[in-house]
């Protein structure tokens, strides 16, 4: 049996079952009169069947097939199956097993795979299946296998993989690049109609040269004026990083981060080649279609980016060490902006096994007040700390943080186990100041997920235990004022969350208490079923109730989201049901909303929207449109109540790249780091691969700016789009970026032209073995005189004969912008 790349027939026969399950309007009439007639004249009742047709009823049956192996979505290579009826037998077990990297126990591993695997096809992420897909919990291995994209996911056992040294890979070598600057801009305004609008205009610069740099952070923002958040030097040592100037310095879980101007040290793993490795928590996020999503600590915005559609593991690399809540905000397309949050956990805590991490850093305190741009305090602010990893699964810690008034001591532990992450800590100050913190987060815990928060504060005078520091950063165009946690308090906050099959449940909860009688709390449970999926169509029924300390408040209802080509609509309603003290209230509410996609032009994406909605608080209209290109990214939202006032929202960002030799505004990313590709000279359109990934287009003479994480290492190569031969280096080249790096790559490229023909003598007998001059050592004529070359348009061939006389041979005009030219016989004179 010969394997082959093709998708399965059930693929096929699934598609064609939706097809007819959802007829166009046309196919819908035709078949109701089909069935009319035929029911008038024989009172035999309309049927329809789907089955293989007679010519391929054996592709139904078992069938070989070569798919690629992914393990943890890094491609591995190509396999033989056999896949019947589904479920998946490897042809080689040992040989797909040899392709898995880190194995502690080939032979179970190798065992697992010898016997028919599910298939799991209805795990296999699609576009509307975003909850219970991509992910299998197994002791030893199981599979999903998508025969529609040839691919098959490998999920392996825990215990049959070696455990990785973290700390064996060495460092990233030293960017060579030489002055450099990237830069973004950022502007916002918002408002009402019948007022002056809000505006905040924000600049991020990063000026680097090699393995240094300066960072400066301004903002110009209405009611506040000119703020300058951070304006820093940095210099990156392989392990160490050297600052001073005014920045945000670590302090401890229950103070945060404090801003100063000074002097700090630390022992970093930014530079470390296998840092990917020492990531804490994935976060994974489904999207049906490219999203740019927003990272925020703190409410200060770490890091915004462009993401394709599908499940994507979203890059933390720029997110601070630490454990917190980290707020993700998602904007699909032209729709609503959404929030997520999520628990991270940095395991950079963890320091590697035999390499302890320390910080140090001093300095005055610095806040964001009106009409001051840096804003000092008098008081001194001192942060040191280290993490030691004692055992793989075991990491203690300790740090002092204060002022010339206050010290604060923390202590803590991490522990690692297959089913759960637990951190404890405690906290003692010198004016008699106490907490305690207890985390705890689920690992494989199979289907069953949980994440809790407790921690509890005395403090002795009732204020916050050291002063606090507001950010005048924000690209979303409010100033940010942390809201201090003043005082004795006890805050509780608890996730916990099941997948059964389409149906969701999950359980959130929150508390917050201080010393006097104000409660703030909430608990209630959230429950969403799929009950309908089917290619552009998903039916969902949802409910949720919540508790707190105003009432109680629930919501009955279902969502229908339907896709088609570039247009969605989404549409929710229900019953939404409260209570505060004896007074009950019940309200219908839902929304309806549409989007429409389209690419005006080449790497652009124009999505408008509009919405209507019915909430508890009234009835309003809302419009949305968003464009994005190479300059940047241009949104503008209007919302309407009835009755009442109409609402905008205009934002404006881009980007700037600059280097030796290279200048480039624009872009749709926030990277601390770029990357501009130029292609001299005349050969059409190239697509750029970064790691093998196709991340733009560009013509020759053009260039193209990406921008691109900082603290990594990139392989970029030129893959042309156009036919015909051309003449370019298409070997990967491997650049380094530090922060503020703008890496300049050139490739000159020219369009050859493939000459034809036979050669031949003056008296017309084939010329062979004749070197073309200038050319290859594999352009010569063959023995009777027949040659193929290519050559960049040439006016003439020159030849140099055997016996090492030279003739040429004139070539006719207008061959420059053909691929290929056939000559004919041609006369060598």
């Known amino acids: 049996m010969t394997p082959r790349r093709r998708p399965g027939f059930r693929t096929l026969l699934l598609g064609g079952s939706a097809l007819v399950a959802l007829p166009t309007p046309a196919l819908a009439a035709t078949t109701a009169t089909t069935a009319t007639n035929a029911s008038s004249s024989n009172s035999t009742s309309f049927e329809v069947r789907i089955t293989a047709p007679a010519d391929f009823a054996a592709l139904d049956g078992p069938h070989e097939l070569v798919m690629d192996l992914h393990l943890g979505g890094q491609r591995l290579g190509e396999v033989n199956v056999v896949s019947d009826h589904g479920t998946i037998r490897f042809r080689d077990p040992a040989a797909a097993a040899a392709l898995v990297p880190n194995l502690a126990d080939p032979a179970a591993l190798i065992a697992a795979l010898a016997r028919p695997l599910d298939a799991n096809a209805e795990l296999v992420c699609g576009k509307l299946n975003s909850t219970a897909c991509g992910a299998i919990n197994t002791d030893t291995a199981a599979i ?3 025969e529609g994209q040839l691919r098959i996911d490998l999920f392996v056992g825990a215990r049959l993989l070696k455990a990785v040294a973290i700390g064996a890979s060495g460092f990233l070598p030293a960017p060579t690049s ?14 009402r109609t019948d007022e002056r609008p809000l505006y905040h205009l924000q600049s991020r610069n990063v000026l680097g040269w090699g393995a240094g740099r300066v960072r400066s952070n301004v903002a110009l923002a209405s009611g506040f004026g000119l703020l300058v958040d951070d304006l820093v030097a940095e210099f990156d040592r392989p392990d160490q990083r050297f600052s001073g100037g005014l920045f945000w310095a670590p302090g401890n879980d229950f103070t945060g981060e404090r801003r100063v101007l000074g002097l700090g040290f630390e022992t970093q793993l930014d530079t470390r080649a296998d840092r ?13 279609q490219p999203a740019r999503v927003e990272m925020l600590v703190d409410g200060r915005l770490v890091d915004a980016r ?8 979203l890059d933390t690399s720029v997110l601070p060490s630490g454990s917190y809540n980290l707020v993700l905000r998602i904007q699909e397309g032209g729709g ?5 949050r999520r628990f991270f956990v940095r395991s950079a805590e ?3 096994l035999g390499r302890p991490l320390f910080h140090l850093v001093a300095g005055l305190l610095a806040d964001s007040r009106k009409g001051r741009p840096i804003s000092l305090d008098r008081r001194f602010y001192y942060a040191a700390g280290a993490n030691v990893r004692l055992a793989q699964a075991l990491g203690v810690e300790g740090s002092v943080t204060g002022t010339q008034a206050k010290a604060l001591g923390q202590a803590g532990l991490f522990l690692v186990t297959r089913f759960a992450r637990l951190r404890a800590a405690a906290l003692r100050s010198t004016d008699g100041d106490s907490g305690a913190l207890l985390q705890l987060g689920s690992a494989e815990a199979g289907q069953l997920q949980f994440t809790f928060d407790l921690r509890r504060v005395n403090s002795r005078s009732g204020q916050p235990l050291l002063p606090e520091t507001a950010s005048g950063e924000s690209f979303g165009g409010a100033l940010v004022r942390s809201k201090p946690l003043v005082g004795s308090y006890t805050q509780l906050t608890g996730n916990l969350g099941m997948q059964l099959g389409r149906l969701d449940l999950q359980v959130s909860g929150y508390f917050r208490g201080g010393n006097g009688p104000a409660r703030d709390f909430s608990v209630g449970p959230n429950v969403a079923w799929r009950l309908v999926q089917l290619p552009g169509l998903q039916f969902t029924v949802l409910a949720d109730a919540q508790k707190t300390g105003g009432g109680l408040s629930g919501f009955v209802g279902a969502r229908l989201l339907m896709m088609r080509g570039g247009l969605s609509t989404i549409s929710s309603g229900g019953t939404s049901l409260g209570r505060r003290g004896s007074s009950a209230q019940r309200r219908s509410i839902g929304n309806t909303g549409v989007q429409w996609d389209t690419q005006p032009w080449e790497d652009s994406r124009l999505s408008l929207g509009a919405g209507l909605n019915r909430e508890s608080s009234g009835t309003s209209v809302t419009g949305s449109a968003m464009l994005q290109s190479r300059l940047g990214t241009a ?7 009835l009755g009442g006032k109409t609402g905008y929202a205009l934002s404006l960002q881009s980007g700037g790249a600059v280097t030796g030799g290279a200048l480039s505004l624009g872009g749709k990313e926030l990277a601390e780091s770029a990357l501009v590709a130029t292609v001299r000279g005349r050969a059409g359109a190239f697509e750029l691969l970064v790691d093998g990934v196709p991340r733009g287009r560009l013509r020759s003479g053009g260039s193209l700016p990406l921008y691109l994480s900082p603290y990594r290492t990139y392989q970029i190569q030129l893959r042309p789009l156009d036919s015909g031969a051309i003449d370019f280096d298409p070997a990967p080249r491997k650049v380094t970026l530090y922060p503020g790096n703008v890496e300049h790559a050139v490739w000159d490229a020219q369009k050859l032209l493939t000459l034809f023909g036979r050669l031949v003598d003056a008296s017309g007998q084939p010329l062979g073995n004749a070197r073309l001059d200038g050319g290859t050592s594999e352009d010569v004529s063959g023995a009777d005189g027949w040659f193929q070359f290519d050559r960049q348009a040439p006016r003439t061939l020159a030849f140099t004969r055997p016996d090492g006389r030279r003739c040429s041979v004139p070539l006719p005009a207008g061959g420059a912008d053909k691929d290929y030219l056939s000559l004919g016989t041609v006369t060598c004179s």
């Not at 990237?182 to 918002?190: I, K």
């Not at 990917?276 to 049906?288: D, H, I, V, Y």
């Not at 462009?306 to 593991?313: P, Q, R, S, V």
């Open 276 to 288: 990917e490795r020492l990531q804490g928590t994935p976060l994974t996020l489904f999207l049906r």
């Open 350 to 352: 963890m320091a590697p």
């Open 178 to 191: 030489g002055p450099s600057l990237a830069s973004a801009l950022g502007l916002t305004m918002s408002g």
């Open 635 to 641: 949104r503008a939202d209007l919302s309407r109540r």
């Open 336 to 340: 609503p902006v959404r929030e997520e």
């Open 306 to 313: 462009y993401y394709e559609a599908g499940n994507t593991l």
């Open 144 to 146: 999903i296998a998508d």
